[in-house]
C-alpha cells in the first residue's frame, strides 16, 4: 500500500522560500501526477499544482509565478518550492496521489501525505 | 479562474439523511471527488468518479451527479460524520484542479 512521507522547514521569515519534499513509497511512481495542496488555518484546501514521473507540471494559475514543482525519479520523491513567501502562505502543506480512469485530464486524489505545517512569521 | 459552490453548512439530526450540493461549470464533463476532514487530521477520500466508493468507506456514503451539480448523500448519518466535506474537480481545460469551499456537517 502506496505511503507519503513529507517533510521541510516549518518556520520561515517573509520573502523567504518555502521548501517541502515528499517521498513515496510501496507503490509505483510512474503513471501518476503527484500533487501539493495547502490549508490555511481555519480555512479550506487549495490545490497548488502536480507533476507526473517525467516532470510534466501543472500549477494553480493564482500561484504559478511562485510555484516550483520538481521530481527525482531516482529517489521516488517530489519536491515543492514557493518563493517570497508572506503570512498568507502559512498553512498546513499535503503532498498527495492523483488518480482517475481519465486521468490526467480529470482526476482526484486517493492518497495524502500526514502534512505538514508551516508558518510565516518575523 | 475555475470555481465550485458548497453551502458552507449542513444540520441533521442522527439517523437523517445529509445532502451535500456541489456547483460547477465543468462537471457534466468532469468527475467529482468528495473528501470528508475531521478537525486536526488529513482528508480522506469518500467518493470518488462522482458515485464510487473506495474500500472501506461505509455504505451510507453515495455520491451521484447530474448537470452541473454533483451531491453527497449520507444515509442514515450518523454523529462519527460530523467533519467538513469537500469536492474537488477538474477545470474544462483538463489542467487545472479546485476545490469546493467545504461543507461543514453537523450530527445532533
Known amino acids: 500500500q502506496v505511503q507519503l512521507q513529507q517533510w521541510g522547514a516549518g518556520l520561515l521569515e517573509p520573502s523567504e522560500t518555502l521548501s517541502l519534499t515528499c517521498a513515496v513509497y510501496?507503490?509505483?511512481?510512474?503513471?501518476?501526477?503527484w500533487s501539493w495542496i495547502r490549508q490555511p488555518p481555519g480555512k479550506g484546501l487549495e490545490w497548488i499544482g502536480e507533476?507526473?514521473?517525467?516532470?510534466?507540471?501543472n500549477y494553480n494559475p493564482s500561484l504559478k509565478s511562485r510555484v516550483t514543482i520538481s521530481v527525482d525519479t531516482s529517489k521516488n520523491q517530489f519536491s515543492l518550492k514557493l518563493n517570497s513567501v508572506t503570512a498568507a502562505d502559512t498553512a498546513v502543506y499535503y503532498c498527495?496521489?492523483?488518480?482517475?480512469?481519465?486521468?490526467?485530464?480529470?482526476?482526484?486524489?486517493?492518497?495524502w501525505g500526514q502534512g505538514t505545517t508551516v508558518t510565516v512569521s518575523s | 479562474s475555475y470555481e465550485l459552490t458548497q453551502p458552507p453548512s449542513v444540520s441533521v439530526s442522527p439517523g437523517q439523511t445529509a445532502r451535500i450540493t456541489c456547483s460547477g461549470d465543468?462537471?457534466?464533463?468532469?468527475?467529482a471527488y468528495w473528501y470528508q476532514q475531521k478537525s486536526g487530521q488529513a482528508p480522506v477520500l469518500v467518493i470518488y468518479?462522482?458515485?464510487k466508493r473506495p474500500s472501506g468507506i461505509p455504505e451510507r456514503f453515495s455520491g451521484s451527479s447530474s448537470g452541473t451539480v454533483a451531491t453527497l448523500t449520507i444515509n442514515g448519518a450518523q454523529v462519527e460524520d460530523e467533519a467538513d466535506y469537500y469536492c474537488?474537480?477538474?477545470?474544462?481545460?483538463?489542467?487545472?484542479?479546485?476545490f469546493g469551499p467545504g461543507t461543514k456537517v453537523t450530527v445532533l
Open positions: 498527495a496521489r492523483e488518480t482517475g480512469t481519465k486521468a490526467p485530464f480529470d482526476q482526484g486524489v486517493d492518497v
Open positions: 510501496g507503490g509505483s511512481f510512474s503513471g501518476y501526477y
Open positions: 507533476i507526473n514521473h517525467s516532470g510534466s507540471t
Open positions: 465543468a462537471l457534466p464533463q468532469k468527475y
Open positions: 468518479e462522482d458515485n
Open positions: 474537488y474537480s477538474t477545470d474544462s481545460s483538463g489542467d487545472h484542479r479546485v
